[in-house]
Nanobody, 120 residues
Framework: KPQLVESGGGSVQAGGSLRLSCVASGYAHMVNCMGWFRQAPGKEREGTVIACSFGDRYTADSVKGRFTITRDGAKNAVDLQMNDLVPEDTAKYYC??????????????WGNGTQVTVSS
């Protein structure tokens, strides 16, 4: 069974940066789409940044210009560089992997999440 393990969360002041990493194992092949979702307290989980090997990408408007996703072309791994963090970025961040971007939320594999807290 696939396993996704996130790392790199933590606490930072507004304007700071964090880098999240995710490594996926248990796949027999390279996964097409990997990316990050986040869920803030009292809110629904939302897609943040997702990148697919065949070119599909998604970046939430709220993080454009601040968050950058990097896929490791040799293995199922993805990083999320988060710059200019604001308190509204506070959430638990989840790594997800799956074959199709549009169905990633419903059908993808998930990590346990890593907490990001941004203080003002």
């Amino acid at each position: 069974k696939p396993q996704l393990v996130e790392s790199g969360g933590g606490s930072v002041q507004a304007g700071g940066s964090l880098r999240l990493s995710c490594v996926a194992s248990g796949y027999a092949h390279m996964v097409n789409c990997m990316g990050w979702f986040r869920q803030a307290p009292g809110k629904e989980r939302e897609g943040t940044v997702i990148a697919c090997s065949f070119g599909d990408r998604y970046t939430a408007d709220s993080v454009k210009g601040r968050f950058t996703i990097t896929r490791d072309g040799a293995k199922n791994a993805v990083d999320l560089q988060m710059n200019d963090l604001v308190p509204e970025d506070t959430a638990k961040y989840y790594c997800a992997a799956g074959p199709v971007l549009d169905s990633l939320s419903r059908l993808g594999d998930w990590g346990n999440g890593t907490q990001v807290t941004v203080s003002s």
